[in-house]
């Protein structure tokens, strides 16, 4: 199994620009997490899917954060307008729905909103 | 909420050496998890130590689990230049609605291993 995958590696963009980040989760996994992570305030949840479904999205910080999962191999968080305050590393991780099950983290996207 | 704190942030060793940390927790658990995360990439799931079980073995890793304190500590004997990463203690917030636990992470110790 290829694990989690993310896309972009790396984005560099300008502050009012759309961001989008891509997720493929493991196969199999029927939930879905994105999380964000800084220095100051570590990883934080940002939302969740159960079965392509938004379950908690109480984590977004504010209403230019949008999240999809238009299908069990696919998800993005989305930006629009981005802000240099934004500037983190993403992770989506997935997970079985088996209480106790560890999550699976993709490598993450470092974002970079100057 | 409630969130894992480590200690201490950064920890330097010696090849050979034990590497302890600790991770305290604010409100009552059902399992806890470790993570390791190396340089720019994700996190790796290291072992999970439930709430009525106090000591975990794997490998090199040695978890223990206080939940009068609060508290869990991990050992990594024998350390290696490989294991210098960050490490992680992961609580569940409780069991979502879904039935799955819902993690809330810490803060992190940053491990350096020298040769």
């Known amino acids: 199994d290829a694990g989690v995958i993310q896309s972009p590696r790396h984005e560099v963009t300008e502050m009012g620009q759309e961001v989008t980040l891509r997720c493929k989760p493991i196969s199999g996994h029927d939930y879905l997490f994105w999380y964000r992570q800084t220095m100051m305030r570590g990883l934080e949840l940002l939302i969740y899917?159960?079965?392509?479904?938004?379950?908690?999205d109480s984590g977004m910080p504010e209403d230019r954060f949008s999240a999809k999962m238009p299908n069990a191999s696919f998800s993005t968080l989305k930006i629009q307008p981005s802000e240099p305050r934004d500037s983190a590393v993403y992770f989506c991780?997935?997970?079985?729905?088996?209480?106790?099950?560890?999550?699976?983290f993709g490598n993450g996207t470092r974002l970079t909103v100057t | 909420s409630q969130q894992g704190e480590e200690d201490p942030q950064a920890l330097s060793i010696q090849e050979g050496e034990n590497a302890t940390m600790n991770c305290s927790y604010k409100?009552?658990?059902?399992?806890l998890q470790w993570y390791r995360q190396n340089s720019g990439r994700g996190l790796v799931h290291l072992i999970l130590i439930r709430s009525n079980e106090r000591e975990k073995h794997s490998g090199r890793l040695r978890v223990t689990l206080d939940t009068s304190k609060k508290s869990s500590s991990l050992l990594i004997t024998a350390s290696r230049a490989a294991d210098t990463a960050s490490y992680f203690c992961?609580?569940?917030?409780?069991?979502?609605?879904?039935?799955?636990?819902?993690?809330?992470f810490g803060t992190g110790t940053r491990l350096l291993v020298s040769p």
């Open positions: 991780a997935s997970g079985q729905g088996m209480y106790n099950s560890p999550l699976h």
């Open positions: 992961a609580t569940d917030a409780g069991v979502m609605n879904t039935g799955f636990q819902k993690l809330v």
């Open positions: 409100t009552s658990i059902n399992n």
């Open positions: 899917f159960n079965n392509n479904v938004p379950i908690d």
